[in-house]
């Protein structure tokens, strides 16, 4: 009884506290892949959250645009020592992000209090816009906090639409239902420009856009 004893507790930690809580081995934890999903979790309330860059989206349709994020997130998150990880993904497409322009049309999108008459079709014109949202994932997880060898690319176009420039185009996108408040006045005057450009030659008076030949 005593030799069964003893070869019973012989493959058991020496270690008192482990014998008392019944623990036969103790996990390595990676402080770095801590770090990592930090970082990652950050990243990706900023870029979903209000005002963020895919916050539009996401309110259209959760699933599609929190694939695309993830997508871009594990993309960059691999290529933080590339100082042109765009250039990688130009040339290499993302399979997740491919899929998902076919997913696009599969589930219909989400209406919102300013996009109620045709979410699914705004949903696709802004999924085929993520290539220029890819610099703000880049951006949010360095403001995250992740150690990177990224050349960001800066933006030397400067938008000078004016005040009346502006209200004219939400007040347009308004009244087709597809206005998103969070999204760049660029992005919001080339939905304009090529779907509703139509009720400015029809209106009564000329519409003037102090910079529309800039994009």
């Known amino acids: 009884m005593e030799q069964k004893q003893k070869n019973t ?20 934890v990676n402080p770095k892949q801590d770090d990592i999903k930090a970082i990652r979790g950050k990243a990706y309330e900023a870029l979903l959250g209000k005002d963020g ?19 871009l997130i594990d993309f960059f998150l691999v290529n933080s020592d590339e100082p042109h990880p765009i250039e990688i993904l130009e040339k290499e497409p993302s399979k997740t992000i491919w899929s998902c322009f076919f997913q696009a049309y599969k589930q219909p999108g989400k209406a919102t209090d300013s ?3 045709n979410p699914s079709q705004s949903f696709r014109n802004m999924l085929s816009s ?23 690319p800066k933006n030397n176009k400067k938008v000078s639409f004016s ?6 185009i939400n007040s347009l996108l308004q009244k087709a239902g597809v206005l998103n408040p969070s999204m760049d006045l660029k992005d919001k005057y080339k939905i304009y ?21 800039t994009f």
């Open 193 to 213: 420009k090529s779907n509703y450009l139509w009720t400015w030659k029809k209106s009564p008076g000329p519409f003037y856009l102090s910079n529309y030949n």
């Open 115 to 117: 996009n109620t008459k």
């Open 163 to 168: 005040p009346e420039d502006e209200k004219e």
């Open 130 to 152: 993520f290539p220029a949202k890819a610099k703000q994932v880049m951006i949010a997880l360095e403001e995250a906090g992740l150690k990177n060898k990224w050349i960001i």
């Open 9 to 28: 507790s012989a493959g058991n930690s020496t270690n008192p506290v482990s014998q008392k809580q019944g623990v036969t081995s103790q996990v390595t």
């Open 53 to 71: 860059a895919f916050s539009s989206m996401h309110a259209l349709n959760p699933m599609i645009t929190g694939d695309v994020v993830n997508a």
